[in-house]
């Protein structure tokens, strides 16, 4: 079985852009949730998809925002990038009899 | 809020020496706690986890940790460290099933390994 599959794996963008990231869950798993990872603030909580409903967000700003399609990928989208938005972004699927949550290798987002 | 301390940034332990990485947790109630592991660019994987029951739980790659309600802690074991081992450690909680998914996450433990 597949793993979780983020992509891009990196990218860079300048301040001020947009930038959109996606994640394909394990086949089956029907929960999505997303982290972001900085040297400072660590890891946190960002969203929590399940069935194309948002179930849960952590506190972060209105620019961060996500989706979940009907095959369960999701995607997060931050807008009007800042440098401090820099970060590896984390996806994780959840399985549904374990709730284990699977992650993905990241996405490192660096904003110049 | 639930909270998770990991009270040790950096460690380093010679191979082939036991290890123990401390981990104590904020939570009115028994949470779910999770050990995971990230090695550099790399995601992160599931050591083990404890729910209930047995307080001392076997993970993967010889990892134990046990739960001890009375020091809210959950440290993470091993008895005979491998090079491999190095990595960045991290102690997670979670509330019980209804509560959503969130992991809330500590600051992680940086393991070194000396050959």
């Known amino acids: 079985k597949a793993g979780v599959t983020q992509t891009p794996r990196y990218l860079i963008k300048t301040r001020g852009q947009q930038v959109t990231l996606s994640c394909s869950p394990i086949?089956?798993?029907?929960?999505v949730s997303w982290y972001q990872q900085t040297p400072g603030q660590g890891l946190q909580f960002l969203f929590e998809?399940?069935?194309?409903?948002?179930?849960n967000k952590g506190n972060f700003p209105g620019r961060f925002s996500g989706r979940q399609f009907s095959n369960s990928r999701s995607e997060m989208n931050v807008s009007t990038l800042e440098l401090g938005d820099s970060a590896l972004y984390l996806c994780a699927s959840r399985e549904d009899s374990t709730g284990e949550l699977f992650f993905g290798e990241g996405s490192r987002l660096t904003v110049l | 809020a639930q909270s998770v301390t990991q009270p040790d940034i950096h460690i380093t332990v010679s191979e082939g020496a036991s290890l123990e990485l401390r981990c104590n947790y904020s939570y009115g109630a028994t949470p779910y706690l999770f050990w995971y592991v990230q090695s550099p660019g790399q995601g992160l994987q599931l050591l083990l986890k404890?729910?209930?029951?047995?307080?001392l739980v076997q993970g993967i790659k010889g990892f134990e940790a046990e739960f001890k309600r009375s020091q809210s802690s959950f440290n993470l074991r091993k008895p005979s460290v491998h090079w491999s081992d190095a990595a960045e450690y991290f102690c997670?909680?979670?509330?019980?099933?209804?509560?959503?998914?969130?992991?809330?996450f500590g600051t992680g433990t940086q393991l070194k390994v000396e050959l």
């Open positions: 998809y399940f069935s194309e409903t948002q179930r």
């Open positions: 404890y729910f209930s029951g047995d307080t």
């Open positions: 086949s089956g798993h029907r929960s």
């Open positions: 997670a909680s979670r509330g019980p099933p209804g509560g959503g998914n969130k992991l809330t």
